[in-house]
């Protein structure tokens, strides 16, 4: 029984540069989510797939921030240019699109960005 | 838009002690409510949840009523134990905020032997 698994767990990195985090949900799980965390704050939403179609965009997901799903299972989050406000951890979760289980998110782990 | 508010942390308990964290929230509708727990060096899961008002959720000793009147949802357990220290969430999901959770700051909660 696997869960949300993200990589990688770590990525510091200098200003500028590019990352790109990798998220692999629970297998029969139609929708992805990103979510950043911040210290001391609440995880703020970012954007969501269900199956490969990315279904919404928050305002906070700049220009320099794209999220893929190819096929429908892995999402990859890329960061363009670093700056060093993107520093946070980002959070993948995954659930199953049914009524009874709205909102019932299950989350990786986090991958952790320091941008130097 | 949807928005939720909870009390800030930390807060510090002795075991067995009782907890309350506060939780109010705006939302346009009838919006389901959760809460949210992360322990140390694990991802965030969920506690409970209730979807109608007056609903009372439940798990693991806590318990949360959805209180429409007073747009509330606050967090009780009667007695902690040290491995409820966690950081707790606070968290809805209603039609203005689309097909998403939108959470409160955390809650900091330290158990003390």
């Known amino acids: 029984d696997t869960g949300v698994s993200q990589d990688p767990r770590h990525k510091i990195t200098k200003r500028g540069q590019n990352v790109t985090f990798r998220c692999d949900p629970i297998?029969?799980?139609?929708?992805l989510y990103w979510y950043r965390q911040t210290l001391g704050q609440g995880p703020e939403f970012l954007t969501y797939?269900?199956?490969?179609?990315?279904?919404?965009k928050s305002r906070l997901l700049s220009d320099r921030f794209s999220a893929e799903r190819p096929k429908g299972s892995f999402s990859t989050l890329e960061i363009q240019r670093t700056e060093q406000g993107d520093s946070a951890m980002y959070l993948c979760?995954?659930?199953?699109?049914?009524?009874?289980?709205?909102?019932?998110?299950?989350f990786g782990e986090g991958s952790r960005l320091t941008v130097l | 838009g949807d928005s939720v508010t909870q009390m800030e942390g930390p807060v510090t308990l002795s075991e067995e002690a009782f907890l309350t964290i506060n939780c109010t929230y705006t939302?346009?509708?009838?919006?389901?409510l959760f809460w949210y727990v992360q322990y140390p060096g694990e991802g965030l899961q969920l506690l409970l949840k209730a979807t109608k008002a007056d609903d009372k959720g439940s798990n693991k000793g806590f318990e949360a009523t959805y209180r429409k009147e007073t747009t509330s949802f606050h967090l009780e357990k009667g007695s902690v134990q040290v491995s409820d220290s966690a950081v707790y969430f606070c968290?809805?999901?209603?039609?203005?905020?689309?097909?998403?959770?939108?959470f409160g700051g955390g809650t900091r909660v330290l158990v003390k032997p």
């Open positions: 968290a809805l999901w209603g039609k203005a905020a689309g097909n998403k959770l939108t």
């Open positions: 939302a346009t509708g009838y919006p389901s």
């Open positions: 979760a995954s659930s199953l699109a049914a009524g009874g289980n709205t909102g019932e998110l299950f």
């Open positions: 297998s029969e799980h139609n929708r």
């Open positions: 797939f269900q199956n490969e179609a990315q279904l919404e």
